[in-house]
């Protein structure tokens, strides 16, 4: 069965350093595809990034990137200069063959001090 | 303006009534979704359809229906079944396909009272 291990319930970080949040995942599917979200306060869902399974090399989306180790079945988000802004709630999510459902983790709320 | 809305933003219900949630999106998708979020956890699924006049159970699907009759509209109803219903409930859409995310709404707080 499918799942996503996000381990980290909490983490601070300083604003203007960099921040990776961790997701592992599990499925016995070859083709799949990972995401994150992010969810401010206000509850609304935010699409941040995303990565398939036979992408070689890392996603990026300006100061979102995610680390992909296949063989580890790891996806972390790493976020660069980090800014007040950045505090919220973070999801790891994904997506397999067919794609008909998202399954998600339990989230990083991160927050970032001035 | 493209995308997904929910309303309402807050509802209160009685022991033993149902309700229904209402979510619309213009964004063209097959797929809709929805999904309970507890305080501090993540998203579980409660039911999905890819299809117009098709659906199907997600991961926590007792006490809850839905109803697919348009592409545009996906309304959940939680009933009386539900034993705890107080949540935060989130509804999304999206192209089919592993590799397309999902666009949400701004989401729909119940409270049993």
């Known amino acids: 069965a499918q799942k996503i291990t996000q381990t980290q319930p909490g983490m601070f970080v300083q604003e203007k350093e960099a921040v990776t949040l961790d997701c592992t995942y599990d499925t016995s599917d070859p083709s799949y595809g990972l995401f994150w979200y992010k969810q401010p306060s206000s509850g609304e869902m935010i699409f941040l990034i995303y990565q398939g399974s036979y992408d070689q090399q890392n996603a990026t989306e300006g100061r979102y990137s995610l680390n992909f180790q296949k063989a580890r079945k790891s996806a972390n988000l790493v976020i660069s200069a980090s800014q007040l802004g950045d505090s919220a709630m973070y999801f790891c999510?994904?997506?397999?063959?067919?794609?008909?459902?998202?399954?998600f983790g339990a989230g990083t709320r991160l927050f970032v001090k001035a | 303006d493209g995308g997904i809305t929910q309303s309402p933003k807050y509802l209160f219900r009685k022991e033993g009534q149902n309700v229904t949630l209402s979510c619309e999106q213009n964004?063209?998708?097959?797929?809709m979704y929805w999904y309970r979020q507890d305080p501090g956890q993540g998203l579980r699924l409660i039911y999905y359809?890819?299809?117009?006049?098709?659906?199907q159970k997600g991961d926590i699907a007792e006490g809850y229906s839905v109803s697919r009759e348009k592409k545009e509209s996906f309304p959940l109803t939680v009933t009386s079944a539900q034993k705890n219903p107080t949540a935060f409930y989130l509804c999304?859409?999206?192209?089919?396909?592993?590799?397309?995310?999902?666009?949400f709404g701004q989401g729909t707080r119940l409270t049993v009272v």
């Open positions: 999510a994904m997506k397999w063959t067919g794609g008909f459902k998202t399954i």
């Open positions: 359809s890819q299809i117009v006049n098709d659906f």
């Open positions: 999304a859409s999206s192209i089919v396909g592993e590799s397309t995310e999902a666009f």
């Open positions: 964004l063209n998708h097959d797929a």
